[in-house]
């Protein structure tokens, strides 16, 4: 069973930098699409950064330019590097996957804990 552990997250200043961090255990392999959604207080959960297996990036527009999506095979790891944060990164960070389906479903399988970011001015 696949179990992601995320990590990283934290309270800092507007322009700072996080690195966010996924530990994924069990084995996955290459047909998975792996990510980070987030959740800010009283909004739904939306999709911030994925990699499908390709290793294509997709981001939503508002980090575009200032957060990078990468994982590590060999260390079967995910991170998410994050930079210029905002306030309105605030929010809780999930590392994600799902199953390719020749796309990658919108909806993932399994989910990581979560990790606070929290971007104060």
């Known amino acids: 069973q696949v179990q992601l552990t995320d990590s990283g997250g934290g309270s800092v200043q507007t322009g700072d930098s996080l690195r966010l961090s996924c530990g994924v255990s069990?084995?996955?392999?290459?047909?998975?699409?792996v990510g980070w959604f987030r959740q800010a207080p009283g909004k739904e959960r939306e999709e911030v950064a994925r990699i499908d297996i390709n290793d294509r990036t997709t981001y939503v527009d508002s980090v575009k330019g200032r957060f990078t999506i990468s994982r590590a095979n060999a260390e079967n790891a995910l991170y998410l590097q994050m930079n210029d944060l905002k306030p309105e990164d605030t929010a809780v960070y999930y590392c994600e996957t799902v199953e390719y389906l020749g796309y990658c479903p919108s909806s993932p399988d399994v989910w990581g804990h979560g990790t606070q970011v929290t971007v104060s001015s």
């Open positions: 069990g084995y996955i392999g290459r047909r998975y699409c």
